[in-house]
């Protein structure tokens, strides 16, 4: 994530030639697009997609049910986000290359 912040902030290089105040205004976009592509990418990863642990965890209730509703909803995220290495960690990367991409492309539509 810090190598994205940095490329959102200040990119290594534009693909033509265009002034300081187009470059702010397309990273202001691409900014605001990717920010809606990740959360429409967390709301699919932890709410729509299925985990049968959510009910499990909402059905808890009572005295001492905050503990282990915490426990599976955190079981929830560690599938959902997964370490950063192995199969699923490159699932993931690709994933998170795809939203930047599509924003990418959304911004460049929209400047055009």
């Known amino acids: 994530m810090t190598h994205l912040r940095s490329f959102l902030f200040h990119p290594i290089d534009w ?5 300081e105040s187009h470059q702010t205004e397309c990273l202001q976009l691409l900014r605001g697009e ?3 592509e990740f959360i429409g990418f967390v709301r699919r990863e932890l709410i729509e997609e299925q985990h049968p ?9 009572g005295t001492g049910s905050t503990s282990p509703r915490r426990r599976l909803i955190m079981e929830i995220i560690e ?17 998170v290359k795809a939203l930047v991409q599509n ?3 959304k911004c460049s539509t929209a400047s055009s």
Do not use: C, H, Q, Y
């Not at 642990?53 to 209730?61: E, F, I, P, Q």
């Open 15 to 19: 693909a033509e030639d265009i002034t």
């Open 34 to 36: 990717l920010s809606n």
């Open 79 to 95: 599938v959902s986000a997964p370490d950063l290495t192995g199969e699923r960690a490159r699932a993931f990367k690709n994933a």
């Open 103 to 105: 924003a990418i492309n």
């Open 53 to 61: 642990t959510w009910d499990t965890a909402a059905n808890l209730s």
